[in-house]
């Protein structure tokens, strides 16, 4: 019990950090003196450092004890908080938030941490909780934002995360169960780079592709460059001993876990493009609701609320309806999200609807999609195999939400700069696509998922 108060105090401090900003930028921007670009800059580092950080962590967790790794990278958000909340340029916020990235690398360790010290059934409701208060800090976030820098300095806004996140490093010491090595061998550094510099490449030229433009030799000359990093990554990674990301663990089992973790971070980050967007728009629009910030915060709430409750329930929902039949229902919500918005005219109803239904997704699908790591992976790789899921998932709501930028930013109202309903159609149908391809790849998955074997001879066997 100790240990899952921990790991849900970290989940759920680190996720209400990160939600806290947003709402808060444009305070951020005015106290370090960055420009919209340079302070966009700040996120994206974040997102780069998270989709470098989350593998290489992951691998270190199966060589060395997780405990004293999960203190270190505790300490290092801890420590970046701090300097984010120092800083008085954009570069040295950067630098913070960057630091901050190595947090996401926690949530694979945690699950390592689970799995060496409880049995299988508490294994499972530990991913339930790291799903639900993870889901519930998102949403804490924006609401707490507002009511904070109404009364003190933004600042606060990092000091208070900071102070929590000493405090639970305390606790962490006698509450985490240290661990010994699962596997040997050494930590892949040349896939550390090729994949670093892949995701770079990528998530660089999808930030500025909406300025370059999608078909501009810039945006090509970086897609394929990525292409040719990430390429010489895969077959780096399929020839050593000991990889990064072992990508001889496959079998549908893993490949079906990826794409719901890719369709699930797609669908987020683009539905919650749409959805302030048609909330802030004029009713001049046809379409927009002409609210605030506020009333954005208050139609996500649902999103969080349903996330972190319905994680809990997908213990009995497997034993009721099955492994695979859970897994292809935990994606439908996923595809319904935007498809309601596509039913009429948006209203409140309707918003609030599609908010609840991603979160629906979000709690049923990656915790289903967790539970299945745990259960059809080898203890050897699951903290790697799961660091690789939330890979997939950072670089999916990185394309969700740059393609859905793109796509509303693509046809705007004449002397506007808001999109017509038309290019919210577009984005909204390319979203439902995304969940209509996690259906089926679920679909495809074992009905019964038994563990892949430890030993490379025997990898190639199905999942």
């Known amino acids: 019990m100790p240990m899952l108060i921990v790991v849900g105090g970290v989940t759920f401090v680190y996720s209400t950090l990160e939600a806290m900003l947003a709402p808060a930028l444009p305070l951020i921007q005015a106290g370090v003196g960055g420009t919209s670009s340079s302070i966009a800059w700040v996120f994206t580092g974040l997102l780069l450092s998270g989709a470098v950080c ?17 203190l270190i990278v505790l300490a290092v958000v801890a420590l970046g908080t701090a300097l984010a909340g120092l800083a008085t340029n954009v570069p040295v916020l950067a630098i913070g938030q960057m630091m901050q990235g190595a947090g996401l690398g926690l949530t694979p360790l945690s699950i390592g941490l689970m799995r060496e010290a409880l049995p299988e059934d508490r294994v499972k409701s530990g ?3 790291i799903i639900g208060t993870s889901s519930l ?16 300095s933004y600042r606060w806004l990092f000091w208070l995360p900071f102070v929590l996140l000493v405090a639970l490093i305390g606790l962490a010491f006698p509450a985490l169960p240290a661990t010994v090595a699962t596997t040997r061998g050494s930590v892949d550094w040349l896939g550390a780079g ?15 592709a909406p300025t370059w433009g999608w078909a501009s030799g810039g945006f090509i000359a970086t897609a394929a460059g990525a292409a040719v990093l990430l390429a010489a ?26 794409a719901v973790s890719f369709a699930v971070g797609w669908a987020v980050f683009a539905t919650y493009t749409a959805l302030p967007t048609i909330t802030a728009a004029p009713t001049a629009t046809g379409y927009g609701l002409a609210s605030d ?10 999103s969080g609320v349903l996330a972190g409750v319905s994680a809990f329930v997908v213990r009995p929902l497997e034993r009721l309806v099955g492994a695979k039949a859970l897994m292809v229902l935990s994606c439908v919500p996923i595809l319904g999200a935007p498809g309601v918005l596509l039913l009429d005219r948006p209203s409140l109803g309707l918003l609030i609807t599609s908010s609840a239904l991603m979160g629906l997704g979000i709690g049923l699908g ?13 203890a050897a790789r699951v903290t790697s195999v799961t660091g690789l899921m939330f890979v997939v998932r950072a670089v999916g709501g990185s394309l969700g939400a740059q393609v ?41 998955l074992p009905r019964r998922s038994g563990t892949v074997p430890d030993h490379p001879a025997e990898v190639g066997a199905p999942a």
């Open 54 to 70: 989350t593998p290489l962590i992951g691998r270190l967790g199966d060589l060395y004890d997780k405990k004293k790794l999960f």
């Open 127 to 129: 991913n339930a909780l």
């Open 137 to 152: 800090g998102v949403v804490a976030g924006p609401l707490l934002a507002g009511p904070l820098t109404s009364v003190m």
């Open 194 to 208: 090729l994949l670093s510099g892949g995701l770079l490449v990528l998530l660089t030229g999808l930030t500025l």
């Open 233 to 258: 990554f895969v077959m780096t990674q399929r020839r050593l001993a000991n990889p990064l990301i072992d990508l001889r663990v496959r079998g549908r089992t893993v490949f079906v876990v990826c």
């Open 293 to 302: 910030a506020t009333v954005t915060g208050w139609i996500l709430v649902p």
């Open 366 to 378: 990656l915790t289903q999609a967790m539970n299945l790591v745990v259960t059809a992976v080898p």
């Open 404 to 444: 859905g930028g793109a796509t509303l930013a693509s046809d705007v109202i004449p002397s506007t700069t808001l999109p017509t309903w038309s290019a919210v159609t577009t984005m909204l149908i390319i979203s439902v696509l995304v969940g209509l391809f996690a259906v089926l790849v679920a679909a495809a």
